[in-house]
């Protein structure tokens, strides 16, 4: 296992208030978020949706929701857990019932799985609550899609995943997301 990866400076934590909206997910590599582009173009949206930007396509393993940034060192150390890379395979295009678009697994692979049910733990162990509902592994892309029409069917996508991230959500913003930490 490599070692984690900071990603911001003293200067930009400065800036930034009293909490931080986070995330963790399997963070795609160039190649892969270009092959997630490529699916989310296939789509036909409908007037309203809102397609997911390419550079915020990603698969989502726990929401933390805000955060005291007071927290930020105690959580990039206790999200470190073991983890090997493995192969998600990516096939299945639907529409949920709320408007959300997505590209899913039909079979999650054990090693993700794994790696969801350990990050319970360390959530537990930092005092966090896991969210309730089943985990469905997924790559939203795009709200407020009621209607679309899915892609044609095509070549699944294999995405080795070889990292994970502490993410934050900036809405206040531009709406971007800075990656605090990879974890490999």
């Known amino acids: 296992m490599d070692t984690p990866t900071d990603n911001v400076s003293p200067a930009q934590a400065a800036d930034k208030p009293e909490s931080a909206r986070l995330f963790l997910a399997l963070w795609p ?18 007037r309203g949706a809102s397609p997911v930007h390419t550079d915020k396509l990603h698969l989502t393993l726990h ?23 493995f192969d998600l395979h990516i096939d299945s295009a639907a529409l949920w ?6 590209l899913a697994p ?14 319970t733990q360390a959530l537990v162990k930092l ?25 044609p069917p095509g070549q699944a996508l294999d995405w080795r995943a070889d990292r994970y991230a502490l993410v934050e959500s900036r809405p206040g913003h531009g709406g971007g997301y800075t990656v605090l930490r990879e974890y490999r």
């Open 29 to 46: 590599d160039p190649a892969m978020r270009d092959a997630l582009r490529a699916w989310r173009d296939a789509w036909t949206w409908p």
């Open 63 to 85: 929401f933390l929701g805000d955060q005291p940034r007071a927290r930020l060192p105690e959580l990039l150390d206790g999200f470190t857990v073991p983890f090997t890379p």
């Open 97 to 102: 019932h709320n408007g959300i678009a997505v």
């Open 106 to 119: 039909t079979q999650p692979p054990p090693a993700l799985l794994d790696l969801h049910a350990q990050l």
């Open 127 to 151: 005092g966090l609550q896991p969210e309730k509902r089943s985990y469905r592994p997924h790559v939203t892309m795009a709200r407020r899609a009621a209607g679309a029409g899915l892609p």
